[in-house]
């Protein structure tokens, strides 16, 4: 029975084998034949000149009372937000970012005075002019001016990106060539193309300074990157 047994189990696999033979099959699993391919990435850059500043402005004042140091302050802000408007910035473009009231305490935690301070966000696109919104907005506004933070962009980097973008796809498929030459296979279609977000640039802090002439603004340049993942067939 034993010797039987092991018979008509040798005949089954041999059977199994002539017939996957027959068919063409093979033993590799269907999901790895599939995920043969290429993989490769590349990192298109543009570098480009800003033309457009985001400046962050404020109005900080101090009194006994909340009341006063408020009032204080809403008529130095409205000086402020109207040397903006004066100086070439549209209204719409100025808002209000920050507006708080800090009591100051002293070692033994008795109320010195009120702090109030007043921020506000205007966008020029006319970077040359920069300096001079900024020097108008300290005349207005005095001592109590606080310059909190410029930050440069391009108002708008669709073609910059676009170009930057098919650098990328082209150094991708440089690299995909280069290795498909190299083990003797054909490059095929491309089965996946992802992008990975860019990086955000961050913004240029300062203080401001007296100055006899209009406060120098330099936007320098500013780099537009695109990275891609590529995955190619072969063929």
């Known amino acids: 029975m034993r010797r039987s047994s092991l018979a008509a189990a040798a005949a089954a696999a041999l059977s199994a084998a002539v017939f996957t033979a027959a068919c063409g099959g093979s ?5 790895e034949a599939d995920s043969t391919g290429i993989s490769t990435s590349g990192v298109g850059t543009v570098t480009a000149t800003p033309d457009t500043v985001t400046v962050e402005l404020g109005v900080q004042t101090a009194a006994p009372s909340a009341a006063e140091a408020l009032s204080e302050n809403a008529a130095l802000a409205e000086e402020l937000i109207d ?17 708080s009231v800090s009591p100051q ?3 033994d935690g008795r109320i010195i005075d009120y702090r109030v301070t007043n921020r ?11 300096g001079e919104l900024i020097d108008g907005a300290a005349a207005a ?3 109590a001016i606080r310059v909190r933070s410029l930050e440069f962009s391009i108002s708008d980097d669709s073609e910059l990106r676009a170009q930057a973008r098919a650098d990328a796809v082209a150094q991708a498929k440089a690299q995909a060539e280069q290795m498909a030459d190299a083990a003797g296979v054909k490059l095929g279609k491309v089965r996946e193309i992802v992008e990975s977000p860019g990086a955000t640039p961050l913004p240029q802090r300062g203080v401001m300074a007296d100055v006899e002439s209009a406060t120098p603004i330099e936007p320098g340049t500013e780099d537009l990157t695109v990275a891609v993942s590529v995955v190619y067939d072969i063929d």
Request: charged residues 25%; glycine residues 10%; hydrophobic residues 30%.
């Open 120 to 130: 506000v966000t205007a966008t020029l696109h006319d970077i040359d002019r920069a």
């Open 141 to 143: 506004a005095g001592d």
């Open 83 to 99: 040397g903006l408007t004066e100086s070439g910035v549209d209204r719409g473009n100025v808002r209000t970012s920050e507006l």
């Open 27 to 31: 033993s590799v699993p269907q999901s």
């Open 105 to 107: 305490q002293d070692p």
